[in-house]
């Protein structure tokens, strides 16, 4: 027995299954799961630049005979979407399971999506565990039944389910051969000749799943009282068994398909029967779609968000909280840039010339916040470089104000590239700014081809933003140190000035790569109380309550050089000299 998370559960399941190969691209709260398969023996592992093409190098493993693991967060799933669905036309070689994993309550993402939906809409059965133990069972046999139906299998997790640990019995590994390749252009070239009788398929397959999933051992009732029947899967079966002891409960294992005939004899065993799901209606529609009559809360559930048990308790009228909420006078942590973060001057020195600015999705994403707040927007994964075209095509004369998209070195990878092509190929103006901070910093600090190291420790080539960029042809790329703040004034005045498109890029490494510098101090007796080194929204900096004087926390600071650059008194003395006015 082992206490494992549910991403350390998944990633021994795939390994007990014998899983050949694991891909994918980080991203919470999936990212531990590839992490921990890729040590374990006898395994590939390797980090894709982004979703898509994760799970078309898995498609390609499967279609060899391999059985592959591919790990996404649910916002990497749209980007995976366009293999995916034709994946449930060709089915599998070896078996192929999708880890989805979905963030209700937005801990770290940008939409609370529900990957259910993605189940139906592309055909693909989805299994639901609840606990660490179940993403661990459901994910080894889920590369049986890859196989057995021949479709890759969707394993969904919530944050609740992928970061909580609770206890797992595990097992040794089963090994399996890489079947034997045969070529077969009926079953994996999706052209229309082929793909029509490969709906068919499809729709057959679809028939198979639904008899399967009436009795499969995935799904399970829990008999008590027959007053009150909840439907249910995945974490908030947990808060359900919690919240409700009375309550009988069907615990969907796999939520799709759905068990049409075992949920109306369910049904019929209870008064009434109520869906209890987060931060969708997936599971309400689809129970209602299978004839059953679904009730309505006294108070409805909230609509977006985590559940909790004593949510579920309010829903139903009932008052006393079944254990002790967290206190409310915990002192705030807000998320701001780490003291010395390399990202800092370039937001400082953005909302100084106030440039539109469109952001993208990284740690610079902080950059949006007070103090700095120079961001604009932030949508997607690559989307700081394509606004920012679609700013300039649209404001065309109309601003003076220049745009400038902000991108991270990973997301660069993960899809800005092509955005950039685009802009070029269209000949497009503007200045992108590519944060190159040596590492996928947001996630926990993964490898990219931009830093060259990759999951394993295998062999790598370190590609060079610079160089690709030129290749395009944009002319005016400069590499900056976004840590001297006269180099990161002068780069982005020069850029904006210029009608052409210019590419910046700032390369230095995140501070918790490279943090052994000397902190700064602040000398009281030159401090004029001014606040401009508040202005960096720098943690390590506060002020003395009796004198609003800067204050250096030692522990934080790292001595990056940065704040003694803009007190024009120097009043902060570090190991790098100079200065700069505001
Ligand atoms: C489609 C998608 N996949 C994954 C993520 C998770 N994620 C958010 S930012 C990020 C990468 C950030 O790295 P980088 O661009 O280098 O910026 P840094 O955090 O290092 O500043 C990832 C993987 C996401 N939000 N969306």
């Known amino acids: ?65 391999a059985r592959v693991l591919t790990t996404m967060k649910h916002v990497g799933v749209n980007v995976a979407a366009d293999p995916l669905f034709t994946a449930a036309y060709t089915g599998v070689g070896g078996g192929l399971v999708v880890l989805a994993a979905d963030d209700p309550g937005m801990y770290s993402s940008q939409n609370e999506q529900d990957s259910h939906w993605y189940a139906r809409a592309a055909c693909i ?21 890859s196989e057995e139906f021949d479709v890759p299998v969707f394993i969904h997790s919530t944050v609740r389910v992928s970061h909580t640990k609770t206890p797992v019995e595990t097992s040794v590994r089963q090994d399996h051969e890489i079947k034997e390749y045969q070529s077969d252009p009926a079953k994996w070239v999706m052209m229309p000749a082929y793909a029509k009788p490969r709906r068919k398929v499809q729709l057959e397959r679809i028939n198979k799943l639904r008899d399967w999933v009436e009795s499969c051992p995935y799904n399970t009732i829990i008999s008590r009282r027959s007053e009150v029947g909840v439907v249910c899967a995945g974490a908030v079966y947990e808060h359900v068994i919690e919240a409700l002891p009375d309550a009988s409960v069907f615990k969907l294992g796999v939520t799709w398909p759905l068990p049409n005939d075992a949920l109306a004899a369910f049904a019929d065993s209870v008064d009434s029967l109520y869906v209890i799901e987060e931060a969708s209606e997936y599971l309400t529609e689809s129970v209602r779609a299978c004839g059953v009559e679904v009730s309505a809360f006294k108070h409805p559930l909230p609509q977006d968000g985590e559940l909790s048990p004593g949510l579920i308790r309010k829903a139903f009228g009932l008052s006393e909280a079944v254990h002790a909420e967290a206190p409310q006078n915990i002192p705030p942590r807000p998320p701001a840039l780490c003291a010395g973060c390399p990202h800092r001057l370039v937001f400082k020195e953005l909302s100084r010339i106030k440039a539109i600015v469109t952001g993208d999705i990284g740690c610079y994403t902080l950059g949006a916040l007070a103090p700095l707040q ?128 210019s590419v910046l890029i700032f390369k230095s490494p995140c501070v918790l790569i490279d943090r052994i510098r000397k902190p700064a101090y602040v000398v009281t007796e030159a401090c004029t109380s001014c606040g401009v080194c508040s202005t960096l929204g720098c943690p390590a900096i506060s002020k003395r309550p009796e004198t609003n004087q800067a204050l250096i926390d030692p522990y934080q600071c790292i001595g990056c050089g940065q704040c003694p650059q803009y007190c024009a008194f120097g009043a902060i003395v570090s190991c790098e000299e100079g200065g700069l006015n505001e």
């Open 1 to 65: 027995m082992e206490l494992l998370s549910g991403n350390e559960a998944i990633a021994q399941g795939a390994w007990e299954a014998g899983a050949h190969i694991g891909v994918a691209y980080p991203g919470t709260p999936s990212t531990e799961t590839l992490e921990v398969f890729a040590k374990k023996d006898g395994v590939y592992a390797e980090w894709a630049v982004n979703e898509k093409v994760a799970v078309e190098v898995a498609v390609g493993a499967s279609a060899a005979g």
């Open 125 to 145: 059965p989805i299994l639901d565990p609840a606990n660490s133990q179940e993403a661990h069972d459901f994910t080894r046999d889920a590369f049986d039944l």
């Open 374 to 501: 120079a961001m604009d927007t932030c949508v997607d994964m690559g989307a700081s470089v394509s606004m920012s075209h679609g700013f300039e095509i649209a404001l065309a004369d109309k601003s003076h104000r220049p745009v400038v998209g902000v991108i991270g070195d990973s997301t660069f990878a993960h899809s800005g590239l092509s955005s950039l092509i685009s802009t070029v190929y269209n000949n497009g103006g503007g200045t992108i700014c590519v944060l190159d901070n040596r590492t996928t910093a947001m996630t926990g600090r993964q490898g990219n081809p931009f830093n060259g190291q990759t999951l394993q420790n295998r062999p790598s080539r370190e590609l060079n933003i610079e160089a690709i960029v030129s290749a395009l042809g944009v002319e005016d790329v400069r590499v900056i140190d976004p840590n001297n703040a006269l180099a990161v004034r002068k780069a982005l005045k020069e850029a904006t000035a210029n009608p052409m498109l």
